[in-house]
Nanobody
Framework: QVQLVESGGGLVQAGGSLRLSCVASGRAFSTYPMGWFRQAPGKGREFVTAFSRTSTTYYSDSVKGRFTISRDNAKNAVYLEMNSLKPEDTAIYYC?????????????????WGQGTQVTVSS
C-alpha cells in the first residue's frame, strides 16, 4: 500500500523559514513526479511545486524564488524548503505523487496524497 507521510509544519513569523519532509513507502517514486500542493481555508487545493520524471522542477509564481523542492531517491523522500514566508502562505501542505508521465498543476491528476501538515505564518 502506497503511503506518503509529511512532517515539518508549524507556526512561524513572517519572513521566517520552514522545511517540510515527505517520505513515501510502498513504492519507489524515484521516477515518478512528486510535489507539493497546499490548501488554505475556504480555498481549493493549489499547486506549489513538483519534480518531473526527469527531475525538472516546476514552481507556482507565488512561491518562485522563495521555495525550493529537493528529493532524495535513496530515502524515497521529497523536501520543501520555504523561505521568506508570508501570511498568505498559511495553509495545509500536502505531498503528492502521480503515476502520470506529466506534471499537472491540477490536483485531480495526482494519484497519491499525504495526510497534510499545517503551516501557519503570523504577521
Amino acid at each position: 500500500q502506497v503511503q506518503l507521510v509529511e512532517s515539518g509544519g508549524g507556526l512561524v513569523q513572517a519572513g521566517g523559514s520552514l522545511r517540510l519532509s515527505c517520505v513515501a513507502s510502498g513504492r519507489a517514486f524515484s521516477t515518478y513526479p512528486m510535489g507539493w500542493f497546499r490548501q488554505a481555508p475556504g480555498k481549493g487545493r493549489e499547486f506549489v511545486t513538483a519534480f518531473s520524471r526527469t527531475s525538472t522542477t516546476y514552481y507556482s509564481d507565488s512561491v518562485k524564488g522563495r521555495f525550493t523542492i529537493s528529493r532524495d531517491n535513496a530515502k524515497n523522500a521529497v523536501y520543501l524548503e520555504m523561505n521568506s514566508l508570508k501570511p498568505e502562505d498559511t495553509a495545509i501542505y500536502y505531498c503528492a505523487a502521480t503515476a502520470n508521465a506529466m506534471v499537472s498543476h491540477e490536483s485531480r491528476y495526482w494519484n497519491y496524497w499525504g495526510q497534510g501538515t499545517q503551516v501557519t505564518v503570523s504577521s
